[in-house]
């Protein structure tokens, strides 16, 4: 069973992100244009589930099926589009879950979504602080229930969505 458990930021974040992105190029070689960090623990001093988002943008999200096998030799689970169109959705670590890769192709509007949401919490420290605490006390509250979790801080990351999207413009 998964714990629901945000964790105060940790700068090894960043290094599990280097690393993980260094074996994702090696997979993927040419067809990653770019790769970012992306989530709560790319934004620094915000409390995060801590799994890393990575969010490789490539050239074909269509051949990203034929590299399967190489995720699953690394480690990851592949979700195929796991209820995002045009994008290609990973595990890694089953319940107890380490990294998340999304895979977008480049030009899908999601690449400005993530980006836009990142940077605005990184300038806003404000707000990360607030979406921080939501997502500690609905960890406290559903340990062992992650759907009420999303749910519960759903609306406040839909209105740090429409203000970072915004504020990106």
Request: negative net charge.
């Amino acid at each position: 069973m998964r714990i629901v458990e945000v964790k105060p930021y940790d700068e090894q974040w960043v290094s599990n992100f280097e690393e993980e992105s260094h074996k994702l190029h090696e997979i993927f070689g040419s067809e990653i244009i770019e790769i970012h960090h992306i989530g709560s623990t790319s934004v620094i001093g915000l409390l995060a589930k801590p799994i890393i988002d990575i969010m490789p943008v490539v050239r074909d999200i269509n051949r990203i099926d034929e590299f399967h096998k190489a995720m699953v030799a690394i480690g990851y689970d592949p979700k195929e589009e796991n209820g995002i169109p045009e994008r290609r959705y990973f595990q890694k670590g089953g319940d107890n879950r380490t990294h998340h890769v999304h895979i977008y192709e480049w030009g899908n509007s999601e690449i400005e979504r993530h980006l836009a949401f990142r940077d605005y919490l990184r300038a806003h420290p404000d707000v990360a602080q607030n979406y921080g605490d939501l997502k500690e006390k609905l960890s406290q509250r559903f340990p062992y229930d992650i759907e009420s979790y999303i749910k519960g801080k759903e609306q406040l990351a839909l209105e740090i969505d429409r203000k970072a999207i915004a504020w990106y413009s």
